[in-house]
Every structure is written in structure tokens, then in C-alpha cells.
């Protein structure tokens, strides 16, 4: 009988019922004001709180107003070579009281290089409640008391974090799987001693051996490399599916990256449907998560932690790179609308103070708070005002796998010079036989119907669509290349500029080495 699992359910299904506090209770933007008001009085005697007179904000009786006029916004090149990089020479009290003890080192889709985000105690703690109330959450789930008993695949970083002297770098996933409390561990694989692997392909090996010991219920982690995870393990046990050794998975907890444009090569691999459940777990702090059963939107976690602004994504905030303007116009979770699209900034206990995050939102049900991840900043194309994100381009991938019965895991665009005007070039990762001219009209046909402004510059700006299909390992080989393979990493839905020019160079290295 299992014991254990009626207890933990029943625990679980008790503390749901129990409002988290009252602060719970309020309307969000008293929760806000109560987040930005601790924020604002625990860092005020920080470097950054005493230059922007946080102390004088606090006794303001709008400290919302007062602290939009006084602080300016800043992105991660600006707070990073102003006051985050005092932290990494081991300076305390620069954004955030106390030395910063870790360093998240975020997967860096946009840059070339890896940021390295602050990730404070008060951060940690802050995860970990929000972590819990996700699981309280699955009480809405009607899931039998043995499902509670069995194990949950994190597949994320090494929990074996470098040392420099100061401070602790590494993945977000590693860093908060190194401070795992105990009642979990029963739960938690691949355990501490693969977990600290840092090869990539050794960590893969290692849990593919292992695999028959476990009884999975849950998998975590970003989409891609579970996937390869799983057909590793499927190929070397000769399973039709995963289900074979895993009979009571249950559950794909995920993040980071659109699940659609896997979803149907994913589900080849199972036997029986999963529960998909969405988190926003980032570098800068534990978002928002879904938080309840029949929905794809997540709910934003107003009480703890994060305070919220958010920027109206459009021409009057952005300029035609997607960089953003100076004083854009900025509001709060009271003032947003449902169905429009957001860029995202956060002030949080880690030290991150109006911070564009470089996501974009839409709100999907302003009661809830819950939202949809449409993209980033950066990974529009808006060459001639097209203005298309990367929920289109998900979308299109998705109609595409659909009307031709194929696979699209990975894909990637760049807008070009043709003429004197423009082109999208498309290239898509997949292992089936696809005809270019094809996917190119249907891609094309997909994206007018999609989206207006789109469809008035294919007119006249937008002269042409280029498709180029590529072994789904060319994307993977790339990546190991750049130094992001496994774990957060995520391929780019947009390349410009430098980024684009490796990956052309690489393409004709790929090319030239298979006489292609």
C-alpha cells in the first residue's frame, strides 16, 4: 500500500486549501506595492538604493510613481557595467545587501557570450517557495496516491559549480539542484553523483544507464534535450516507447523554450498521453508558472519577490532593431490589457532593479494574471515593419510539421539584403525529406495568414522567403561548437548580425566537408 504517497497527497491536497498568506487575498497591485516596498527598504542601503534615494521613494505616497521617476531602466549590458560587475570583484552591498554568493550564467540565445545573473540567498529561498507552491498545485490534478511516491528527472546543469575565488557560477538549474532541501532527495534523479557531471554527453550516458533502476512519474527540463534524452534510452533498451521502462511518467514539466514545434515528434515517444505543465523559471527568478489544470497560460507570482513593470511592445518603445527607446512608457499589472503583447522588466531580491528581462508576454486572462511567453525582444524580425515574433514562427513550423506529416525540431531565420530590399531565410533541422519550394510557399502562405503586417510587406519590402532543410545534428553540432549544448541552452528562433555570420560560416564548413 502506498503509504508514503496518501501521506504526501494528503498533505498536499490540506496546504492547498490554506490561502498562502493574506497578502493572497489582495488585488495584485496591493501585492505589488507590498513587493516593491520590502524591496526597496532591505536594499536601501545598498550602493545602488543610496544613488537613487531609495529611503526618500519609501516615504512617497505613491512609492509606484516616485519609483518609476527615479529610477532609470536598465538592460543587462547597462546594470551589468554600472553595478553588477562591483559583485563579481567581491563588492557587498552594491544592488542587494550581502555578497552575492552565486552567479547564474544564463544560456545567452541573443549574445554571443553568457550573462552572468546575481543569484542571492533571498533569490534561492524565493525559488523555493514558489517551487513548492507549484507542487501544491498538482492537488488539482486527480493523480492516484502512487503517483506521489515515484521519482522526478531533472535534467539541468551541473550542480558541480566553479569556484572563482568569490563567488559560485553555473546554471541556474545546477544552482538551485545544489540547494534541493532534504525531504526531496528520495525523489530527486539522476541523485547528486550525476548530477555533478559537467560533460554533457557523459551526464546523457550516465542516466540512459541507469534508467531501468528508476520508476519516473515527472520530467523536467527544456524540450530538446529530454527528447534526445529519451530516444537515447528508447534506442538502447529496443523499447517501442518510453512508457516500456517508465510505465507511470505522468507528467512533462518544461520551460524555457515554445513546446510546439516538438509536440508531435515528442509525443512519438510515449504510449499514453503526458500532463504538460509550463514554468517560467529564468536566470533572474521564478516568473510565473501554470498553476492549474485545462489551460497553457501561466500564472505570474505577484507576492514574492519580483515586482513587475511592463513595456508596450511597439514602435513608440522600440526601434526597428527591437532595441529599446529611451523613457519608454512602462506599467504596472493594473494597467495592462488583455491580449496585448508586453516586454517584460523586473525588480527582484537578487539585485535586479527595472531590469528588461528581453522576453515579451501576452496577457491571456488579466483575472487569473496568467500570461503566454510570445518570444524576445530580440528574436522579432522587423526589418520593414513585418513585425514577426516568434509565436508566429512557432506557429508556422507547427501547420507545417501538420499538413506535410513531418518532423521540425529545430529551425532557425535571419533577415537579408536581396536586392534592394529584403528576405526571410528560413532553415529548418529534421531528419525527414522535405522539399524546400514547398515549405518555403507553405511557410509563406502560413505567415500571411498569421499576420496583417507581414502580409502587406511581402507585397512590396519583402521580396522573398528562403528555405534551407538541414539534418536536425547540423543544429545540435552548432551548438556544441558554441560552447551551449545540453541543459538551458536553447537555439536561437533569430540570427543577426555576428551570430548569423557564424552560422552561414559554419552551414558552408558543413557543406564543404560533406561535398554538399
Known amino acids: 500500500m502506498p503509504i508514503i504517497g496518501s501521506i504526501i497527497k494528503t498533505a ?74 562591483r559583485t563579481i570583484n567581491g563588492e557587498s552591498y552594491v544592488c542587494w545587501p550581502g555578497q552575492v554568493k552565486y552567479f547564474a550564467l544564463s544560456s545567452g540565445t541573443s549574445e554571443a557570450s553568457s550573462k552572468y545573473i546575481p543569484v542571492t540567498n533571498d533569490m534561492i529561498k524565493a525559488i523555493k517557495r514558489t517551487s513548492i507552491r ?52 528520495h525523489h530527486y534523479k539522476p541523485g547528486k553523483r550525476i548530477s555533478k557531471e559537467r560533460d554533457w554527453l557523459t551526464k546523457l550516458e550516465e542516466i540512459v544507464i541507469k534508467a531501468p533502476e528508476w520508476d519516473i512519474g515527472v520530467i523536467v527540463g527544456v524540450p530538446a534535450w529530454l527528447q534526445i534524452l529519451l ?43 503526458l500532463i504538460y505543465i509550463e514554468t517560467y523559471l529564468a536566470s533572474e527568478g521564478f516568473i510565473a508558472y501554470q498553476s492549474r489544470p485545462n489551460t497553457d497560460s501561466m500564472e505570474l507570482v505577484l507576492d514574492n519577490g519580483i515586482f513587475f513593470e511592463f513595456i508596450p511592445f511597439n514602435d513608440k518603445n522600440f526601434d526597428s532593431e527591437n532595441n529599446l527607446v529611451k523613457n519608454p512608457e512602462t506599467l504596472t499589472i493594473e494597467e495592462i490589457e488583455e491580449g496585448k503583447e508586453y516586454a517584460i522588466l523586473l525588480s527582484t531580491c537578487a539585485g535586479a532593479w527595472r531590469y ?28 520593414c515593419g513585418e513585425h514577426l515574433s516568434q509565436e508566429n514562427m512557432n506557429r508556422a513550423i507547427e501547420m507545417l ?16 539584403r536581396y536586392g534592394s530590399m529584403f528576405a526571410h531565410k528560413w532553415y529548418l533541422g529534421s531528419d525527414n525529406n522535405i522539399d524546400p519550394e514547398i ?38 553540432n552548432w551548438m556544441r561548437k558554441m560552447g551551449k549544448e545540453g541543459s538551458q541552452n536553447k537555439f536561437p528562433r533569430v540570427l543577426k548580425n555576428d551570430q548569423f555570420k557564424q552560422w552561414e560560416d559554419y552551414i558552408k564548413e558543413y557543406k564543404l566537408s560533406n561535398n554538399l
Open 356 to 383: 528588461l528581462i528581453g522576453d515579451t508576454i501576452r496577457i491571456t486572462y488579466k483575472q487569473r494574471n496568467e500570461i503566454k511567453i510570445t518570444g524576445r525582444t530580440k528574436h522579432f524580425l522587423n526589418l
Open 231 to 273: 530516444e537515447k534510452i528508447i534506442e538502447r533498451y529496443n523499447l517501442k516507447t518510453i512508457h516500456d521502462i517508465w510505465p507511470n511518467l505522468s507528467i512533462f514539466v518544461h520551460g524555457g523554450v515554445a513546446f510546439s514545434p516538438y509536440i508531435k515528434s515528442f509525443e512519438k515517444l510515449l504510449a499514453k498521453p
Open 439 to 476: 515549405a518555403k510557399r507553405k511557410i509563406d502562405e502560413y505567415l500571411k495568414k498569421l499576420n496583417d503586417d507581414y502580409r502587406v510587406e511581402r507585397i512590396e519590402a519583402i521580396k522573398e522567403v528562403l528555405v534551407e532543410v538541414l539534418p536536425l545534428n547540423v543544429f545540435y
Open 12 to 85: 498536499i491536497e490540506l496546504r492547498s486549501k490554506i490561502p498562502l498568506k493574506k497578502q493572497s487575498k489582495l488585488v495584485p497591485i496591493k501585492q505589488q506595492q507590498k513587493v516593491l516596498k520590502k524591496l526597496l527598504r532591505k536594499a536601501q542601503m545598498t550602493s545602488f538604493g543610496e544613488t537613487y534615494k531609495f529611503s526618500e521613494i519609501l516615504k512617497s505616497k505613491d512609492i509606484i510613481t516616485a519609483f518609476r521617476q527615479n529610477v532609470p531602466v536598465y538592460d543587462y549590458n547597462s546594470i551589468f557595467s554600472n553595478w553588477w560587475y
Open 134 to 185: 507549484q507542487i501544491f498545485s498538482l492537488a488539482k490534478y486527480d493523480f492516484p496516491n502512487e503517483f506521489f511516491e515515484k521519482g522526478i528527472l531533472m535534467l539541468g546543469g551541473s550542480t558541480h559549480l566553479n569556484y572563482n575565488g568569490t563567488y559560485y557560477e553555473g546554471d541556474l538549474s545546477g544552482i538551485t539542484a545544489s540547494n534541493i532541501p532534504f525531504w526531496f532527495q
Open 401 to 416: 510539421e501538420h499538413d506535410l506529416d513531418v518532423d521540425v525540431r529545430e529551425f532557425t531565420v535571419a533577415g537579408i
